[in-house]
């Protein structure tokens, strides 16, 4: 079973309306969640960070954690082509050296 | 704030030549420094953790002393990629963390640097 795990996509949606993408992780003692966006060719930047139970909201951007059911998701409202990119779950384990172990990332496509 | 470089943004060279990446956190001091690769269409993979003055913790399947890693101050840490081989092409990305404590911290990416070994 992979640590973090995520549907690799690519994930369609039309412009305006909402993208959702999901990520499970195995760790239960995991205390944080990161969500990064990924432009093809550059290295990821920070959206959202998580560290509770239930929503957090930044804009158009809304995490959501789930820790007994070992979740957490990502929703972006009123997609922009803009938003198209890979988005990638990390999670920080609960190890000694706390360890982020990311997923393999979910390809959004935001179609005009 | 908190921004991360990297130099070089791009590196070609020579099989069996030694490249030398450097890392720096230019508005923190960041306790720990993560090296991470990737290769197309795939994840990032750690490849090594690194804490200021400390030696490096390499993820399995790493190879040390190919990928040597000095993390000589808080704002500054390197990738040695020794003896590079085609193979070793790919996207070497650095992130850092702020210290302080809480475990909350978050991990701040350098815009990478690829390499292409011929």
């Known amino acids: 079973q992979k640590e973090v795990e995520q549907n690799s996509g690519p994930l369609s949606v039309p412009e305006g309306a909402i993208a959702s993408l999901n990520c499970t992780y195995s760790?239960?003692?995991?205390?944080?969640f990161f969500w990064y966006r990924q432009y093809s060719g550059k290295s990821p930047e920070l959206i959202m960070s998580?560290?509770?139970?239930g929503d957090k909201e930044d804009g158009r951007f809304t995490a959501q954690l789930n820790k007994a059911s070992q979740y957490v998701s990502l929703l972006i409202r009123d997609s922009q082509p803009s938003d198209s990119a890979t988005y990638l779950c990390?999670?920080?384990?609960?190890?000694?050296?706390?360890?982020?172990?990311f997923g393999i990332g979910t390809k959004l496509q935001v179609i005009p | 704030g908190a921004v991360v470089s990297q130099h070089p943004s791009w590196v070609i060279c020579k099989s069996g030549t030694s490249v030398k990446i450097e890392c720096r956190s230019l508005?923190?001091?960041?306790?720990?420094m993560f090296w991470y690769r990737q290769f197309p269409k795939q994840s990032l993979m750690l490849m090594a953790t690194?804490?200021?003055?400390?030696?490096?913790?390499?993820e399995q399947g790493v190879e040390k002393d190919k990928f040597l890693i000095n993390h000589a101050s808080l704002t500054l840490s390197t990738l040695t990629v020794t003896s590079a081989h085609p193979e070793d092409s790919s996207f070497y990305i650095c992130?850092?963390?702020?210290?302080?404590?809480?475990?909350?911290?978050?991990?701040?990416f350098g815009p990478g640097t690829r390499l292409l070994v011929l």
């Open positions: 992130s850092a963390r702020p210290g302080g404590g809480g475990g909350q911290e978050t991990q701040y």
């Open positions: 760790d239960r003692g995991s205390q944080s």
């Open positions: 998580i560290y509770s139970n």
């Open positions: 990390a999670v920080r384990g609960s190890g000694g050296y706390q360890k982020v172990t």
């Open positions: 508005d923190f001091q960041a306790t720990t």
């Open positions: 690194s804490n200021e003055g400390s030696k490096a913790t390499y």
